[in-house]
């Protein structure tokens, strides 16, 4: 069971505007950043955040375990939802792994996800559907998303979403230390998808109050990854908890972060 427990105004929201480059890339013309790699977009997004949390064993540990019957579930924390791309990657990653598992025999059903995501500046369905476009593999779940998002108004705080009977999105509209230090929840989260703009004008999303924040939501086994190594960023996430470990980045960029908790702060 997640909650937001704080006084967070309730009020309707309205959305942030975008612009679209020549190639049809969303910039937020706020933060002079590109919501997505130009080279890859979805690829990346399954590089670094679903093999940097290696969610290829862990879905399928966590199938396997039975824990929380008697439907498991796996709790995916991101900061900074964004057009949503990640959600749909994993959607779409988490559709080809159940299909793997079928053909091969296993009997293994993986758990359901429940994907909690924060966002100061949201953008509209319509401005998520046109940034979606650009990648017919996931038309499917990019339907399902929009279709979610349209089917009632957003809200400042927590917005609860049953995208499909395999996923459920949590979506905190408001700041990423105002929402994530009023979460409620009964478990801790399993990974977090680190995916702010760049740390050197989105300092806030990438600061050690938020890392120490995301840090008393997690426990020990908890992972993250982001495609961010800069120093500041290593550091913020060391005094939060975090053990580090670089790894090979996607296209242009050499590397990459993921990293663990080893000894909860809380
Ligand atoms: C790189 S984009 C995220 C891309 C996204 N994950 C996707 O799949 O499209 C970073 C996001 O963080 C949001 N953001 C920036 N500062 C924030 C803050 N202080 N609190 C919450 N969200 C913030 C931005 O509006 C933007 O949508």
């Known amino acids: 069971m997640i909650n937001i427990n704080s006084p967070l105004p309730h009020e309707v929201v309205k959305f942030t505007e975008i612009e679209f480059t020549e190639n049809g890339e969303p910039r937020s013309t706020k933060f002079d950043d590109v919501y997505f790699s130009d080279c890859g977009g979805m690829e990346e997004s399954e590089h670094v955040f679903i093999d940097g949390c290696d969610l290829r064993e862990r879905l399928r540990n966590r199938a396997q375990s039975g824990e929380s019957s008697p439907v498991s ?3 995916v924390g991101e900061t900074g939802f964004g057009t949503g791309l990640n959600l749909l990657t994993l959607m779409n990653f988490h ?5 793997e598992e079928k053909h091969s025999g296993s009997g293994i059903i993986l758990p359901h996800v429940t994907f909690l995501s924060v966002e100061k500046y949201p953008l509209s369905p319509e401005v998520m559907k046109r940034a979606h476009s650009r990648f017919p593999n996931i038309g499917k779940e990019s339907m399902e998303l929009v279709e979610a998002l349209s089917s009632k108004e957003l ?3 927590l917005n609860t979403y049953e995208i499909n009977p395999e996923f459920t999105l949590q979506l905190m509209i408001g700041d990423i230390t105002d929402c994530y230090s009023s979460v409620c929840t009964d478990r801790p989260v399993d ?3 680190l995916d702010g703009f760049n740390p050197k004008s989105n300092c806030d999303m990438w600061s050690v109050q938020s890392m120490k924040i995301l840090a008393e939501l997690s426990s020990k086994g908890t992972n993250i990854a982001t495609f961010t190594v800069c120093r500041e960023v290593r550091d913020n996430l ?3 908890g975090f053990t580090l470990v ?3 980045g996607f296209g242009r960029k050499r590397e990459m972060l993921s990293g663990f908790i080893d ?3 809380n």
């Not at 559709?95 to 299909?99: S, V």
């Open 73 to 75: 579930d796996y709790l």
């Open 95 to 99: 559709k080809r792994l159940q299909e």
């Open 155 to 157: 809200f400042t705080g």
């Open 191 to 193: 990974s977090w998808f």
């Open 238 to 240: 060391r005094e939060a």
């Open 246 to 248: 670089k790894r090979k």
């Open 263 to 265: 000894s909860p702060l």
